[in-house]
């Protein structure tokens, strides 16, 4: 059975920063992951993704402000998020894609960004 765990987000001042983590289970070859968000009333928006070799991609709105990485021993990705902005306010979701093109889901992180 196939588990994405996604760390906790949490609430967070302006211009702080946060660190999300997911930690995948029951997948033996991972090639892409990442992170998509969803803000209230708004559609599923792509934040990320690091390819299979570590090659990171970002989204305009936040490239300069996240980095993504991954730790394939640990099978977790991450997503260090800087210079939050209200915007950033969404809940975050991690995915993976296994060997043959599947895609799989975390249940979703609460990120609050306000004063």
């Known amino acids: 059975q196939v588990q994405l765990v996604e760390s906790r987000g949490g609430l967070v001042q302006p211009g702080g920063s946060l660190r999300l983590s997911c930690v995948v289970s029951?997948?033996?070859?991972?090639?892409?992951m990442g992170w998509y968000r969803q803000a209230p009333g708004k559609q599923r928006e792509w934040v990320a993704t690091?390819?299979?070799?570590?090659?990171?991609i970002y989204a305009n709105s936040v490239k300069g402000r996240c980095s993504i990485s991954r730790d394939n021993a640990m099978k977790t990705v991450y997503l260090q998020m800087n210079s939050l902005k209200s915007e950033d306010t969404a809940v975050y979701y991690c995915?993976?894609?296994?060997?043959?093109?599947?895609?799989?889901w975390g249940q979703g992180t609460q990120v609050t960004v306000s004063s």
């Open positions: 995915f993976v894609l296994d060997s043959r093109g599947n895609d799989y």
């Open positions: 029951g997948i033996f070859s991972m090639n892409d």
């Open positions: 690091i390819t299979g070799p570590g090659r990171p």
